[in-house]
């Protein structure tokens, strides 16, 4: 028998990891805690209330948003241990199923005066508040890349990407707030 034995070692490495908070006076752009992503499928005919889904996530605001007709994402800070995802899960059926895409999916927070005209180069998504109220979420390109955006504030968004396409969509959001860094 050999001496030789290999030992998996796994390291966990955010996706943003080195993607410091940028700050001026009128744009913000932070990177989220990779905390918990969960898509909520609604069967075909089978009512599902958003206020039952609010029930069922950490309760904080706009935690849970719409991803398309009879589909939500509830996400939040905390990664979610595997009872906790199977008992949210029973939860929701027979209405629904649902996905974790907790190591798929990277949040990333655009704030500040100047957002909407910030994100207005990379998307033709109308984010003007009067046309996408706080609340409101719609999936739309950002530049190359598809992203979900989610108006948490009045001068505040949401913005959820494929894991693969963070660190992308993150070079892109720096360049758009470029002006915004000037002084």
């Known amino acids: 028998m050999s001496d030789f034995r290999i030992t998996p070692q796994i390291t966990l490495k955010t996706a943003l990891q080195g993607c410091t908070r940028l700050v001026s006076r009128t744009i ?7 905390g918990h992503v969960l898509h909520v499928l609604g069967k075909p005919g089978e009512p599902l209330s958003m206020a039952r889904l609010e029930g069922l ?3 904080t ?3 849970v948003r719409a991803a398309g007709p009879g589909q939500w994402f509830i996400v939040g800070d905390r990664a979610k241990t595997h009872s906790e995802l199977a008992d949210l899960f029973a939860a929701i059926q027979p209405e629904a199923f649902g996905v974790d895409q907790s190591a798929g999916r990277i949040r990333i927070r655009a704030s500040g005066p100047m957002v909407e005209r910030m994100l207005a180069k990379g998307t033709a998504a109308d984010l003007s508040l009067s046309h996408f109220p706080i609340g409101y979420a719609t999936t739309t390109l950002i530049g190359h890349i598809g992203a979900h955006v989610t108006r948490v504030g009045a001068d505040a968004f949401e913005i959820m990407v494929l894991r693969g396409f963070a660190q992308s969509l993150w070079d892109d959001l720096a360049r758009m707030s470029g002006e915004f860094f000037e002084d």
Do not use: R, V, Y
Request: proline fraction near 15%; charge should be negative.
């Open 28 to 34: 913000t752009l932070e990177a989220l805690p990779e």
């Open 57 to 59: 996530s950490d309760g």
């Open 61 to 63: 605001p706009h935690a």
